[in-house]
């Protein structure tokens, strides 16, 4: 059944093949660098989440600079844009 | 069941003592009653048929019993008021009233009625919430409603000035007494010995509510005591009210009667049975309305019907409602009422007075005639109706059997007129073709065949499709209330593909949220889909123009087609919840 939590893999490669089909460049890039760091990119999440919980008020700064991997992204790329691609691929 | 008379549209009067609203329900029998007089085709709508009027074609409504259990979804979809559309529905009705719920929909007309702006008068006995309440309330039901029915002129200037907007839909007709249709006996019950009231007295009927200002009734006797005259009063209704916590109007009233020392003159009966009610208004020599407010008031209504004498506070409504009465008082002027009461009081003829009774009985009916036909004129030129878009939901099935049924109810509840509704099964193992047959009377098309996934079952469904409207439903999610008529709303702009807002809920029950996608933005939509899908509708010409779903695709191939969409049509949000999502494991 088409429910957009199942799918898994493959359902993550379909998106990424949309994107680069119809989103374009940017959107494939980013796409992309999501797949490729997608521990790093869950670990920052976990992390925002654990420090909304405990009331931070910049818990997304916070996160941000508890995961150095994450400090500085190719160029092109926006963070936001990829916290959108983490959540659409839903892995 | 059918009660479709060649020619005539099938009224459904609703009966608004459902909600426990006594003055609502005389409301809705005497409309009902009047346009029965007058040769209406007439249905009441009840949830207690044993209670109507026996000249009347009934119809029970009943509570609705799909989707049972799931409070998340009756707390979002106005579940009691779909009850009375799907009854009507049901029964074949052409147009509702009196609506007081805004249940009007392009295929469900409806004749709103708004007894009174209460809450515009007497401001200090609504809160703020309240009042807004109200006002939101009142303008739905406006938006809604082919035509505006207000029992009096008074009314009807609220409205206009409230909602100018809305002004062309109003028209007056002020409802009769029951009396009417069910006029009291002749032989009058003995209601003075059983409750040991003097030969002659003042009547006040009214619920113990603040604005019904009871207290200046024993303020005005105390002042006429005063005077050396002693003038009984009978008090008779619901001595307490749900807005009233403290009862703070009866205590006012007592503590009037104590201070002024009349307390032999005043008896308080409370709530008494109706044929004593009727039997002291037959009896009493006088009625007395106090109140700050009314709508149309149904005491002076009867009193009227039966050649009661009257003293009213001096209200528009009042003057217009008995311009015959014996006098009119500020309503917060004892001394006023008092005066009143001195003049008439010593000429007052002792009651029951069968001869007048019968006159004025004579002159109701023809009242009541014309207050039916004014509401059946007020019909005819609310009848113009949009024609609805062909609207085609197609929806894709495997082993889906458990959810399977609540969606098809749910697309086929909407009662929409103009449904094409499709199913295609996968060759289910589970009992799902068992419930598809349940209803396939109701389906334009259905199949059980293995194909290749489901977005070759969508375009399977699609390639049948004729509607002007399509959209898909997944078997496990479904349609809120009202949700196809809001859509062929929508259409009536220039647009190509609108999207909604979703309730996504657990199917455990433990979570539920409203998703409302931002509004439409091209680049974002080319990095994520946020358009919900079951909550999607576009035109058949934008279906033409990008062809069917990508069959290669099995997991986004929705997000695939919103955005070669997206390339060719003009794609808008409606801030609207149009359906519901299932998160489950199955």
Redo the contacts between chains.
């Keep these: 059944?088409?429910?957009s939590?199942?799918?898994g893999q493959?359902?993550a490669q379909?998106?990424v093949?949309?994107?680069k089909?119809?989103?374009?460049e940017?959107?494939a890039r980013?796409y992309e660098f999501a797949i490729e760091h997608i521990e790093m990119l869950k670990k920052y999440e976990n992390l925002a989440l654990r420090f909304k919980g405990r009331g931070l008020a910049s818990y997304l700064q916070l996160a941000r600079w508890a995961t150095p991997a994450l400090w500085k992204l190719p160029p092109g790329l926006d963070f936001e844009?990829l916290r959108?691609?983490v959540?659409?691929l839903k892995l | 069941m059918s009660f479709v008379a060649k020619g005539k549209p099938l009224i459904g009067v609703v009966d608004l003592a459902m909600s426990g609203w006594a003055a609502g329900g005389i409301v809705s029998r005497t409309m009902a009653l009047s346009l029965h007089a007058v040769g209406a085709n007439v249905v009441f709508l009840t949830a207690h048929p044993e209670t109507a009027p026996g000249c009347l074609k009934t119809v029970k409504l009943s509570e609705p019993t799909y989707l049972p259990g799931e409070w998340t979804l009756r707390k979002w979809s106005g579940w009691k008021k779909s009850m009375t559309a799907v009854g009507a529905r049901r029964a074949g009705v052409d147009v509702i009233l009196p609506d007081v719920e805004a249940l009007g929909s392009p295929s469900l007309r409806a004749v709103g009625w708004i007894p009174d702006f209460q809450h515009l008068h007497l401001s200090d006995l609504f809160s703020k919430e309240q009042k807004a309440l109200l006002n939101r309330a009142f303008k739905k039901l406006a938006a809604r409603s082919a035509r505006m029915l207000f029992s009096s002129q008074d009314c009807r200037r609220d409205y206009v000035e409230t909602f100018p907007a809305f002004a062309e839909k109003a028209s007056v007709a002020s409802f009769p007494s029951l009396f009417a249709f069910e006029p009291p006996p002749e032989v009058v019950v003995a209601v003075r010995e059983k409750h040991h009231l003097p030969e002659r007295f003042l009547l006040v009927i009214n619920q113990f509510w603040r604005h019904k200002n009871h207290r200046v009734v024993p303020e005005a006797l105390a002042i006429l005591k005063a005077r050396g005259l002693e003038v009984p009063v009978v008090m008779a209704g619901l001595p307490a009210d749900h807005r009233d916590r403290h009862n703070e109007a009866l205590t006012e009233t007592l503590q009037a009667a104590t201070r002024g020392n009349v307390w032999p003159q005043c008896f308080i009966l409370g709530k008494v049975p109706r044929e004593d009610l009727v039997a002291l208004l037959q009896t009493a020599v006088a009625v007395v309305q106090p109140s700050r407010f009314e709508g149309w008031n149904t005491t002076l209504q009867d009193a009227k019907a039966i050649g009661c004498p009257l003293m009213a506070s001096d209200l528009a409504v009042h003057r217009e409602q008995c311009p015959q009465a014996l006098g009119f008082f500020p309503p917060d002027d004892a001394a006023a009422l008092a005066d009143i009461i001195a003049h008439c009081w010593p000429s007052l003829p002792a009651r029951p007075d069968p001869t007048r009774q019968r006159a004025a009985l004579a002159a109701e009916a023809e009242f009541a005639q014309a207050y039916g036909r004014q509401v059946g004129n007020d019909l005819r030129r609310g009848r113009s109706m949009t024609s609805l878009p062909k609207i085609t939901v197609v929806t894709p099935s495997y082993n889906q059997g458990a959810f399977l049924e609540q969606t098809i109810l749910s697309v086929l509840g909407q009662l929409y007129d103009n449904l094409e509704y499709i199913v295609i099964d996968g060759g289910s193992t589970d009992d799902s073709a068992a419930v598809i047959q349940r209803y396939e009377s109701s389906l334009a098309y259905w199949v059980s065949e293995k194909d290749r996934g489901q977005s070759e079952a969508l375009n399977k469904g699609f390639s049948r499709a004729t509607g002007d409207i399509l959209c898909w439903l997944n078997s496990d999610d479904f349609l809120l209330p009202g949700a196809l008529h809001e859509v062929a709303r929508q259409f009536r702009e220039p647009v190509d593909l609108i999207y909604g807002n979703c309730l996504s809920f657990s199917d455990k029950g433990t979570r539920s949220i409203v998703n409302r996608p931002p509004q439409h933005d091209r680049d974002l939509l080319a990095l994520v889909d946020y358009i919900v899908q079951p909550s999607t509708f576009w035109r058949r010409s934008l279906w033409e123009k990008t062809g069917p779903l990508n069959e290669a695709i099995h997991y986004a191939f929705d997000w695939e087609w919103f955005l070669r969409a997206d390339r060719i049509g003009v794609l808008r949000k409606a801030d609207f919840i149009f359906s519901a999502y299932r998160f489950h494991d199955a």
């Design positions: 059944m088409h429910k939590s199942h799918g493959k359902r379909e998106i093949a949309v994107a089909t119809h989103g374009g940017v959107a980013h844009k959108q691609c959540n659409m």
